[in-house]
């Protein structure tokens, strides 16, 4: 393409209200231009990027064997009705009436019409296993669209549904998905993790979700430096501490510590480290209820001990049985009545609620905790011989350097972008929309079902993300709009010039590669600056002063320098650096 | 593809909602499902001819320099009340509200969408011009949306805009549009005209409608025998007979023809030819108004005249001055108040209102008409011996064998569907949302713009229109969803079918033809259903009884008979019959 051809959108200024780099640098490169809060039109240097990850998730899920289909984007409300999400959807759900006062939605996922299709289409074990994807276009209608691309109202997104008879046949689709997903984010040359997540309300047997590292990531994910372990830091397990727990030392005894509400106030007061304290914290229990499910008696309370430098995990607690859920914490007054001073005096020593210790902080010994009194702690506190030790289990978020729960390695955190989920849904919409087949023995079975999303657009957000530099963005070469850019200095005054750009434009075009001829009567600096900021991988340069010596120049998007080549290498050059 | 891999998804019996061919065959074949009115989820075989028509647009696009954009299905209010649209386009236009209250709606089309965007991209006539596409995903609440996807509510199309500095300009981006569909339509293996159409009611100064010839069209295009010419039949000129009027005969005579109200009846009665007869029609005049704009006086009545055996052409009519728009047929109470008869028994002859002859009526001789008295005609009437003949107009719709207006040849009348339109729309849009550039002189001038549409998704189920036979649907090859069918014959029994199919699937596979093997266990006679019936255009069946003689069967889709030929042949003759 030539440059004069094409629209180069290219602006100077950061756009105010962009928040996130990639949002920046999308408007700034002319990928997309914003039509209102959470709506993008994309320009064409940003369409082919957008285009170059479909190609790839559509290759890689046509190799899988999965069928490709296209649901509308507008779903009649009587289906979302049988699964019941159309009351529980809430507000993100687009809903519309057509001209006859029908209800509609706009689809922000496409379970409910898949699994009609196919309780109509499918009738035996025999077609199954099936897997049916679509490159689609979603709405969400999310409350506070922001940061671009990445959590845009509407939006491309592959999503994937397949059908079994049984639950093996299921897993096996989940790991053909699995490595699937493993080759797209290869391909699309992306650092990313795949990542155990948590199967949430929907339910459902595993989850994995990917994610593309970068620091603006809104997910943080633990993973071991050593094997393939990766997880949302809300389920990576904390192991058990190694070996036994240190002996008890000094008798137990109680320190004034006024002021002192925090961890941070307490270590800094009784100059200790963090480690050597714990922290309680004390949330609902499950209110007891009658045979009619009326809550009886009064609101139980349930405290939570874990490590003073670390966190209580929400997602672990909650499955604890006898705490309320969604896990509350007590309030002020609660604590106050029940317990006899402020929460930060509260200490497991004598307490007289059900009390559940993390795995680590059961492993402390001679640690400092609140004394149940106003003002002060206790030193020296000994699980076993000052208190029972009743009941442990894992309650907090790992951190970096915590064993990895694979057995092999420690745990780093990084921060990820979720850019794909899959998910073992069992039977929640099959069993509700009736989807059945005969099985071998002619008995009609409920199909179970996974489902597979990517959000194509977001990946070029999270490709963004992940790279870039204070002159732009940095493309992997396999979504790069342009894998070259040629750029002419003073070409429209040069007749030599503008013929080795025409030359090496043909010959690099004719292999198939996608090259960015700037042929535009700009100044070499804002061609330079153009070029860089739209991240196009490979540069060459020609002037009048290196073509006297036959010479041009190669610089790579990411190399700190240029590079000076024979104008007659410039050919193999790029065809060695693609790799081709 | 190997059948036992995908969605064959065929069915026997014609759905009793489908009125026209293709939605029967697209249901039949497996190509699309209905989610709801007007919604169609195309599966695994129809999403391929889809795409293959989409692929086809997208290079010939891209090879007439139109940049490949996407703009947002959902699209703010405020840019349709910009236009004025937002109150005009009527309940077609699908609208919602997001979750805080803000009016949106469903693209059917998005010229105001693009304007926004361009008046902010390109300020100078040196960026122009500029053409931007999109292959889009688009919504229109049709009140009655009819058969299959030929008129569906949400469907894809090609939508272009091109922008300019001035009208020559627009009128080479047109031509290149023009030129472009032209070679769309003939790589998409269709029988098609490019045929002039009405500007309507948003005016602008050109206007080609491209339609697909196929008997179930709902437009006629009138197109000569000898030339490119072709017109809908309302915008075709029927030009004036040649030649001179035949002389007066007989003197005028009175005849009574009791209870003979229309041509036929009068024909019938008298023994003539309806060529010999004119009929009269009272429409209404334009009201006369004063300096506010207030009607004043009568309503004037005005008579168009035209031979009995032609159609009057309501277009024609209302571009005549002294017609009210829309055309209204008077009442037969202001007949009978201003004329003193019934409508059946009008005629010309002292009729004291405003007359306009249609070209043809005005070269009858001696001929029959109402003598404005019921139950009575005149015979052997002549303008200028027995009336003046003050005006005369093209009043007609033309018929076959009219004379091309292009001066050559005559002309046919078939049936077309529209699949493209080619629009120079002006300053419409880029006047009412301001898009100005500066030209040359550095003064600010309102950008001139085209609009350029195909119904993607409409072509598929038009090319099957024009494409089937009793036994389903024969597919141009350039968009059948597989080029060639191998039928295996009892493969699952026989090792050396199997083997057979296999060599030639993967010899042919390897060439990138969409082949389809047929490795169902099915009995033949529904594997060649099958194959004839999703329209396969070539087709290579190999059975054991064959093979033993080293042959195997080819059939073309269209072809009556099969053709045995040797089995290492078979892939020679396939390559030959594709023309790769």
Not at 302 to 314: F, I, K, P, S, T
Not at 316 to 324: F, G, L, Q
Not at 361 to 366: G, K
Request: hydrophobic residues 40%; negative net charge; charged residues 25%.
């Amino acid at each position: 393409m030539r440059a004069s051809q094409t629209l180069i959108a290219t602006v100077k200024e950061t756009p105010a209200d962009a928040e996130v780099i990639s949002h920046q640098l999308m408007i700034r490169a002319g990928l997309v231009r914003k039509l209102a809060s959470g709506l993008y039109t994309w320009l064409p240097a940003g369409l082919k990027v957008l285009r170059n990850v479909e190609r790839i998730v559509r290759e890689e899920m046509d190799r899988s064997g999965a069928m490709e289909v296209l649901m509308p984007v507008v779903q009649p409300a009587e289906l979302w009705q049988e699964t019941g999400r159309w009351q529980k959807y809430g507000s993100e759900l687009c809903r519309l009436h057509d001209r006859h006062g029908r209800e509609f939605c706009l689809g922000p996922t496409h379970e409910e019409v898949i699994t009609d299709l196919i309780r109509n289409e499918i009738n035996s074990y025999k077609q199954l296993p099936a897997n049916f994807y679509q490159i689609q276009t979603k709405f969400r209608d999310e409350v506070r669209p922001r940061f671009g691309l990445m959590r845009g109202r509407e939006f491309t997104m592959k999503d994937a549904y397949s059908f079994h008879a049984d639950e093996q046949c299921l897993e096996q689709t989940y790991q053909s998905m699995y490595d699937t997903y493993t080759r797209i984010f290869t391909r699309l040359g992306l650092d990313f993790r795949a990542v155990i997540a948590d199967t949430g309300s929907i339910g459902g047997n595993a989850s994995h979700e990917f994610h593309v590292l970068a620091a603006s990531g809104e997910d943080d994910i633990a993973f071991s430096d050593s094997s393939d372990y990766a997880a949302n830091v809300e389920m990576a397990e904390a192991i058990a501490p190694q070996g036994e727990r240190a002996p008890a030392g000094d008798k137990l005894s109680e320190v004034a510590t006024p002021g002192a509400h925090s961890i941070a106030d307490v270590t800094e007061l009784l100059k200790i480290d963090s480690t050597q304290t714990v922290k309680t914290l004390i949330v609902l229990g499950q209110q007891p209820i009658d045979e009619k499910g009326q809550a009886i008696g009064e609101q139980l309370l349930v405290a939570l001990v874990v490590r003073g430098d670390h966190q209580l995990n929400e997602i672990k607690a909650e499955k604890c049985s006898a705490i309320a859920s969604p896990l509350t914490l007590a309030s002020d007054e609660q604590i106050k009545q029940q317990i006899g001073c402020a929460p930060g005096s509260i200490g497991p020593v004598g307490l007289e609620l059900e009390t559940i210790v993390d795995r680590s902080a059961a492993h402390c010994s001679n640690f400092v905790c609140g004394a149940n009194r106003d003002g002060y702690h206790l030193l020296n506190v000994n699980w076993e011989r000052d208190l029972p030790l009743a009941r442990i289990e894992d309650l907090r978020d790992v951190v970096a350097g915590d064993p990895s729960p694979c057995g092999q390695g420690v745990l780093d955190i990084k921060r990820g972008i979720e850019v794909g989920h899959i998910f073992q849904l069992g039977t929640t919409y099959s069993e509700a929309m009736n989807a059945t087949v005969l099985d071998q023995n002619g008995k009609q079975v409920v199909m179970k079902m996974g489902c597979y999303g990517i959000g194509v657009s977001r990946i070029v957000a999270a490709a963004i993300e992940q790279n870039y530099d204070d002159k732009g963005i940095i493309w992997p070469t396999s979504i790069a709009p342009y894998q070259v850019a040629i750029v002419g200095l003073n070409n429209h005054k040069s007749a030599a010039v503008t013929e080795a750009c025409e030359a090496l434009y043909r010959q690099l075009s004719e292999q198939g590669i996608e090259v960015l001829f700037d042929d535009r009567k700009e100044r070499p600096g804002i061609k330079f600056a153009d070029m860089e900021l739209m991240g196009i991988p490979h540069r060459i340069v020609i002037g009048d002063r290196g073509l006297k010596e036959g010479m041009v120049e190669y610089k790579g998007r990411g190399d700190s320098d240029n590079q000076d080549i024979a104008l007659a290498q410039a050919f193999d050059t790029i065809i060695d650096k693609l790799a081709i």
